[in-house]
């Protein structure tokens, strides 16, 4: 089926944006094993500190990069199924797909990477910024309009 | 609510079709995305968000761990189903070209399934927690058990779409009983075939990430692996093997779809899959093994338990340290590969105009499955269990007092130094009616 230009860009950006996040997320799980092996013996490389590293690794990857490839995959999903069984309907409603989720992941990477408070896995310890949660938070908002 | 509008508008356009199940899997996952940032909501609105702004000196750790892994459970399975949405529709499809899936209603069963028991499993993040009591543990430790299963239904449902397939297009091992597994395109380049060796990968190292979690999952053996390297061990095969590998199949094959850029380094891409699953095995292994010796998770230890001037120093699990550098290393060339597609195709220019195609697999068994066409009742019913499972933990973590009534250690003493203020106030009541 073709698809219309602006929700094209739109989903091409929701995946090519996660990929770029993961390079770095993929980046600090190889500091990971260098740390943990001993081939590194400082608590901390290039500015970012063991934990923040850790950190990083595991909400880009797991939290950033899926949830918004996730979104992609939904939009996409409906897009394509749902737009074939309304042929008939003519101009149907494209999924709304929000792009505000993009500004809430940039700052949540952006503050990890320049603020120093982050050194503990948020599941485990109360003390946290408050930013990265706004990725978590902004979803939730996110996902009813898809629906 | 039958389903979002858009779904309901399908259901009055064609009366008596089911939705399709791609959209059947991928609305249930939002649902159920949308049931579980509620208690994350809670902890970020009343616990991290009052703390970080200097308005509370303290918040309840114990009530912010249970809170949290009551989203941090049912988040995997957020991540995990659209992979299985895939496994169903494309992967049957693209291992032959013309591949069925075989039963339609088991597929929708096994979201059905995840909707309600994603949720009252939470607890087994938290089995050393203190001050929960262990049969409300016990209970979330066997729902777990159960949500082992709608992933087993997905791996006979895989498994026989796989056989249905193959053996169709190769009438030479029709009865054979194993053999057609060699049959499978796992590195092919022909057509859209290139995608299997993403599904296949995945699948393997998924396998060995159910068998690790179902350790995690068993009240007891978690005992001996928690907060050590295997759990990273599991979910690496887990969300880091068949979750990821899938994405990055599925994105490299839609960026090439939506752009009309035909997909570059085509070799490297179908091989990145297999240097990764190689890279995570190995990984997997060196975290799983080392993890039962004891090598604990989220610590630096190459600076202490992994330095010979240490007096941490702990030299039996130097080995695995360093096979995990071997396979971090191989790991990482398998998504430089992929990398290299990605960006190449990206980069391009376009040959053909931009399209949307998701080669979707027909069912062999269409079963009607009436019970599962209606979700309000099934997302009621989830809730309401969601609800159930937490409330007597989360009144353990409030209201019974471990945090508030706690007596009082350091590290001096294996006993307690003060006595909680529950029983200060007794001491002092019996005091007064002396």
């Known amino acids: 089926m073709k698809v219309d230009k602006t ?62 490839l996730i979104v992609a995959f939904g939009n996409i999903v409906f897009l394509y199924y749902l737009k074939k069984a309304f042929k008939a309907l003519g101009s149907m409603d494209q999924p709304c797909a929000y792009v ?21 896995l948020p599941s485990s310890y109360g003390p946290l910024d408050l930013l990265p949660w706004c990725c978590a938070f902004g979803s939730w908002f996110y996902n009813p309009p898809l629906l | 609510m039958t389903g979002s509008p858009t ?24 649902i159920m995305w949308v049931i579980m940032v509620v208690p994350l909501v809670v902890e970020v609105l009343f616990q991290l968000l009052p703390l970080s702004l200097g308005l509370v000196q303290e918040i309840n750790p114990s009530l912010a761990r249970t809170l949290f892994w009551a989203f941090g459970h049912p988040v995997v399975y957020f991540w995990l ?53 262990s049969s409300y543990k016990l209970i979330h430790a066997l729902f777990t058990f159960g949500v082992a299963v709608p992933s087993m239904l997905t791996a006979f449902t895989v498994a026989a779409s796989l056989e249905y397939s193959i053996k169709q297009k190769y009438p030479e091992v029709k009865d054979s009983l194993f053999y057609w597994w060699a049959k499978i395109p ?35 053996m978690n005992q001996v692996v928690h907060n050590t390297s295997f759990v990273p061990g599991h979910f690496h095969t887990t ?17 090439s779809q939506l752009t009309g850029k035909e997909i570059r380094f085509k070799g490297l891409a179908v091989l990145a899959p297999w240097l990764w699953w190689q890279g995570m095995l190995i990984f997997e292994y060196a975290m799983s093994v080392a993890g039962m010796h004891g090598f604990p998770r989220r610590t630096n230890t190459g600076i202490s338990y992994l330095n010979p ?17 071997f396979a971090g290393v191989l790991i990482v060339v398998g998504f430089v590969f992929w990398a290299v597609s990605f960006f190449g195709t990206l980069l391009s220019p376009a040959v053909r105009e931009a399209e949307l195609e998701i080669p979707t697999a027909t069912p062999y068994h269409d079963e009607r499955m009436p019970a599962l066409q209606k979700l309000t009742p099934w997302v009621v019913f989830s809730s ?21 009534d706690s007596p009082g250690y350091n590290d001096k003493s294996p006993v307690p130094i003060t006595k909680p203020q529950s029983a200060k106030e007794s001491e002092k009541q019996k005091a007064e009616a002396q």
């Open chain 1, 7 to 68: 929700i094209r860009n739109i989903i091409v950006a929701e995946i090519v944006f996660p990929i770029v996040l993961l390079v770095f997320g993929i980046y600090h799980g190889l500091m990971q094993v260098l740390y943990r092996a001993g081939v590194i013996k400082d608590m901390s490389v290039g500015g970012i500190e063991y934990y923040q590293g850790l950190t990083l690794h595991g909400v880009i990857n797991a939290i950033v990069f899926t949830t918004i």
């Open chain 1, 100 to 120: 505000w989720w993009h500004p809430y992941g940039c700052m949540g990477y952006v503050h990890q990477k320049g603020k120093r408070a982050i050194h503990l």
């Open chain 2, 7 to 30: 779904t309901s508008l399908g259901r009055r356009e064609n009366p008596g079709q089911k939705v399709p199940l791609a959209v059947y899997g991928m609305l249930i996952n939002h």
């Open chain 2, 81 to 133: 189903l659209p992979a299985y949405v895939f496994l169903y529709t494309v992967l049957p499809k693209v291992v032959t070209g013309e591949g069925k899936l075989y039963s339609d209603g088991a597929a929708r069963l096994v979201f059905i399934l995840f909707l309600i028991l994603s949720f009252p499993v939470g607890l087994h993040h938290q089995f050393t927690e203190p001050g929960v009591t």
């Open chain 2, 186 to 220: 796992y590195i092919s380049l022909e057509g859209n075939k290139w995608l299997v060796s993403y599904f296949m990968a995945g699948l393997f190292l998924f396998f060995v990430g159910g068998i690790t979690g179902i350790v995690n999952a068993s009240y007891n």
């Open chain 2, 239 to 255: 969300v880091g093997g068949l979750v990821t590998l899938v994405f990055l199949g599925m994105s490299l094959y839609f960026l």
């Open chain 2, 309 to 325: 001037e240490s007096p941490l120093y702990r030299p039996e699990w130097v080995g695995y340290a360093e096979l995990s550098v």
């Open chain 2, 384 to 404: 309401l269990l969601f609800l159930v499972s937490y409330i007597p933990p989360l009144y353990d973590v409030t209201k019974r007092g471990v945090f508030f």
